[in-house]
């Protein structure tokens, strides 16, 4: 304290602090008038030391999704009275979105807070938000920052052909140019075909904050309408941005099937289908049967995934064809401007063979143990006949196979026995053309002589021969073809010449 006199007295308060801060009372006694007061208030200015972002570190940048709400709170602690905090965009004052409160402190300070609430768009990235806290009292004016990284997908993609005609030929080279715009961080973009990565290498123009992937490949059947597509990612979970584009192309016919029976009976009707596989455009048939052409027949046509295919029916009569070694050639052949394929279908015609004959047995004495040799011959048929030998209704085996030009022939050799006799000798030929066996059918006549002879007296006779008296003899001979001729000889007193006799002949058939 300072008394320059007995009515002055000065106080001197150096090093203030905030607790000088308040109400300083000067009093003064006279003793005529008594105590005399006079109050006087100190008000302690204290600067802000420091602005600072409660949930982020100041000179950072911070990564934000466009359009997600972005809250940044700052606070400028401890001065007095309070600081008024102020928000700016690259320099641009904030006004809408802030929410401001104070916090007093028992030092008699005050604690500023500023609630930012703002959506980042994509053109705000790496733009700066600045907090800045004024102290007018003070004349103080402190400022952090932070950067803002804002996160955006790309735009939809963009596909070039860099050919400029999405008609194209088979064999012909395709460029896909697939570009997209922006996106941050800058997008990974692909080529698909089916789900099939086809190509993962793009470029990224910073300057033009463009990517880029270029894909060429050989145009092929079946890239006909096939869905080439590219995809923009920059974010994993996020569905991709996507573009599809898709070429028109034209090729000849991949081949023909043809469907129909292998073998045709003669006389007979038969339907041979033709089939082409796919084509773009639409193929036409056109038919030859054994090289001629055949008017075209009406064809159908369907739409596949990459191209189209034709359908169309032949019918044909076999009757009405000329052909050569029994087959008929079908060939279908398809056509469309880009080239052709054909294939053929061979038809074989089932005809019944002549009706056999049995030849060998012209010579009319077949004696019993001579070996008979006798040929069944079938002339013509397709295939030629199969024939088969049976003597009543067995079959006999040991035949000889063999071909002479059209004709089936078998030979077969028979040791006669007088159980043949009377039997007949059955050829039988066969083939696919036939429902029954054509036969020709031969009688055996076998010739054989008695095996033994017997001489025999009649039943209920004595064997006794009497002088003067009739008597009766059986000659007996076994079966015989032909029959046997009975002669008696008879040598009387050992003459040598005999006296003949024929008798009576009875034949017993059983």
């Known amino acids: 304290m300072d008394k320059s006199s007995r009515e002055e007295l000065h106080l001197r308060i150096e090093r203030v602090t905030l607790e000088d801060d308040g109400q300083f009372e000067c009093q003064m006694l006279r003793p005529d008038e008594g105590p005399i007061r006079a109050a006087a208030y100190l008000n302690v200015i204290v600067a802000p030391k420091m602005v600072h972002f409660t949930n982020y570190q100041s000179g950072t940048m911070i990564e934000v999704n466009e359009d997600i709400p972005l809250n940044v709170t700052c606070a400028a602690p401890n001065s007095k009275p309070e600081a008024i905090i102020i928000w700016y965009v690259n320099g641009q004052k904030i006004e809408d979105g802030i929410q401001r409160w104070s916090s007093y402190n028992l030092n008699k300070t005050v604690s500023s807070f500023a ?198 029916n032949l019918t044909i009569n076999t009757n009405e064809v000329m052909m050569g070694k029994h087959r008929l050639t079908v060939e279908c052949n398809a056509r469309n401007d880009e080239g052709s394929a054909s294939k053929q279908h061979v038809i074989k015609i089932l005809a019944p063979p002549l009706p056999p004959r049995i030849s060998g047995l012209e010579d009319g004495i077949h004696l019993e143990g001579h070996v008979l040799n006798v040929t069944c011959e079938a002339h013509g048929g397709n295939p030629l006949a199969d024939i088969s030998w049976y003597r009543g209704y067995d079959k006999l085996p040991g035949a000889r196979s063999s071909v002479s030009g059209d004709s089936a022939i078998s030979s077969l050799s028979l040791t006669l026995d007088r159980t043949m006799n009377g039997q007949r000798l059955k050829c039988e030929a066969m083939n696919s053309a036939l429902d029954e066996p054509l036969v020709d059918s031969k009688q055996l006549n076998v010739l054989f002589e008695p095996r033994r002879v017997m001489i025999r007296m009649p039943e209920g006779t004595r064997h006794q021969l009497i002088a003067g008296e009739e008597a009766k003899l059986h000659c007996l001979a076994a079966g015989s073809n032909p029959n046997a001729h009975i002669i008696w000889h008879f040598y009387p007193n050992g003459e040598p010449n005999p006296l003949i006799f024929t008798g009576e002949t009875i034949l017993n058939e059983t």
Not at 125 to 148: F, G, M, P, W
Not at 196 to 221: G, K
């Open 115 to 312: 609630a930012l609430q703002w959506r980042p768009r994509r053109n705000d990235h790496k733009k700066v938000l600045t907090c800045e806290a004024n102290h007018d009292d003070s004349s103080t004016q402190i400022r952090t920052n932070l950067t803002i990284n804002v996160l955006y997908p790309p735009d939809r993609p963009r596909i070039l052909m860099l050919s400029g005609d999405s008609f194209v030929r088979a064999g012909d080279n395709v460029t896909f140019v697939c570009v997209v715009t922006g996106g941050n961080p800058p997008p990974d973009l692909s080529w698909y075909l089916k789900g099939r990565l086809l190509s993962a290498r793009y470029q990224y123009n910073i300057q033009t904050q463009e990517t880029m992937n270029t894909y060429s490949f050989l145009a092929e059947p079946d890239d006909h309408l096939a869905n080439y597509e590219c995809r923009a990612s920059n974010k994993k979970g996020q569905e991709p941005q996507t573009r599809t584009v898709h070429v028109k192309v034209a090729y000849a016919p991949q081949g023909v099937e043809m469907i129909g029976e292998s073998n045709v009976r003669q006389g007979s009707f038969t339907v041979v289908q033709c089939r082409t596989k796919p084509s773009n455009p639409i193929s036409r048939i056109s038919w030859l049967v054994n090289g001629h052409p055949i008017p075209a027949t009406v064809q159908s046509e369907h739409q596949q995934m990459h191209g189209f295919i034709a359908v169309a």
